[in-house]
């Protein structure tokens, strides 16, 4: 049973305009939720968290939103550079615990 | 460079085989991980260390078996592979692996073939 889910396995955007990419997960015991992304080749990197207790965090041209009830949480770049473009995951994890739950991660291209 | 190296980044063996993958940090940190990446399925957790001492093992295979020798190396020995195994495994480390929300800091990978 996936815990953390990406339903959007690619997302093309123009450059300067707003990416949106999005992850739910069934699990409410969750307390903290994390985005990475990752250019082939690399490992993944870290990019912006956000604690459940909080509904926005932003960081530059990154935000992330949570939406505890619906179970949702969703990552804003604007603008949207070449450079952004990668693979994107959104993970989880609990109070006590640093290893992540992954969802499978959605390909961001940035288009000229 | 994330200050977690794994070596070899590349490796195809048979199912009789035997080798072992490497990871090294320098990041001073006291918890380090195995992930592995299957082709379209999220990135599985399958060992987690704390100061050397394994803390969990995500019911992984007997074929995989890791090593900590000390905080800053973590082995993956693998032997009797099948081709399934075929995968990407990446070692991570963060500075404690009871506390959410803690960054992990990734490896670059090994990418796996199991002929």
């Known amino acids: 049973d996936q815990q953390v889910k990406q339903n959007s396995p690619s997302l093309s955007v123009q450059e300067g305009r707003i990416s949106i990419l999005n992850c739910d997960y069934t699990n409410s015991m969750f307390d903290y939720f994390l985005w990475y992304k990752k250019y082939p080749a690399e490992g993944p990197t870290f990019l912006i968290s956000?604690?459940?207790?909080?509904d926005k965090n932003e960081d530059g041209r990154f935000t992330v939103f949570l939406n505890k009830s619906a179970k949702h949480l969703s990552l804003h770049i604007v603008p949207s550079q070449p450079g952004d473009s990668a693979v994107y995951f959104c993970a989880a994890t609990l109070e006590t615990a640093s290893k992540l739950t992954f969802g499978t991660g959605t390909r961001l291209q940035v288009t000229l | 460079e994330t200050g977690v190296t794994q070596t070899p980044r590349h490796l195809v063996m048979g199912m009789t085989n035997k080798k072992s993958l490497k990871c090294e940090q320098h990041l001073g940190h006291n918890a380090m991980y195995w992930y592995k990446q299957s082709a379209k399925k999220p990135l599985e957790l399958m060992f987690v260390?704390?100061?050397?001492?394994?803390?969990e093992n995500n019911s992984v295979p007997s074929r995989f078996s890791p090593e900590c020798p000390n905080s800053s190396h973590l082995f993956l020995h693998l032997h009797t592979l099948q081709p399934e195994d075929s995968a990407l495994y990446l070692c991570?480390?963060?500075?404690?692996?009871?506390?959410?929300?803690?960054?992990?800091?990734f490896g670059s990978g090994t990418q796996l073939s199991v002929l």
């Open positions: 956000i604690s459940s207790i909080k």
């Open positions: 260390y704390n100061f050397k001492e394994q803390t």
């Open positions: 991570a480390s963060s500075q404690f692996s009871d506390r959410g929300g803690e960054k992990l800091f």
